[in-house]
């Protein structure tokens, strides 16, 4: 059973930024293509940006110039750095695998909260 802790969301203001760190605790980490994935209430939950092993990345548009993934393969952590934070980033984020095969359990996931 592959565990997932996400951790670093709070309550930033407009403008703000955050990072959020997800440790998987899965040897053979690094082959696997992960993704964060945001829901916001009400929602359904959406995959906001992925990287593969190597390092190459993809993002939706509604967070392109402004989140940047990473990982550290040695920690078997990834990371998600979000600046210029909007109101509408407002999302319980979680991570997990890029792909639709293999999922791992969801992990509970940090609250992001992007209010004045």
């Known amino acids: 059973q592959v565990q997932l802790v996400e951790s670093g969301g709070g309550l930033v203001q407009p403008g703000g930024s955050l990072r959020l760190a997800c440790a998987a605790s899965k040897t053979s980490f690094s082959i696997y293509i992960m993704a964060w994935y945001r829901q916001a209430p009400g929602k359904d939950r959406d995959m906001v940006a992925t990287?593969?092993?190597?390092?190459?990345?993809t993002y939706v548009d509604a967070v392109k110039g402004r989140f940047t993934i990473s990982r550290d393969n040695a920690k078997k952590t990834v990371y998600l750095q979000m600046n210029s934070l909007k109101p509408e980033d407002t999302a319980v984020y979680h991570c997990?695998?890029?792909?639709?095969?293999?999922?791992?359990?969801w992990g509970q996931g940090t609250q992001v909260t992007v209010s004045s």
């Open positions: 990287i593969s092993g190597g390092g190459t990345t």
């Open positions: 997990n695998t890029g792909l639709p095969f293999p999922k791992w359990s």
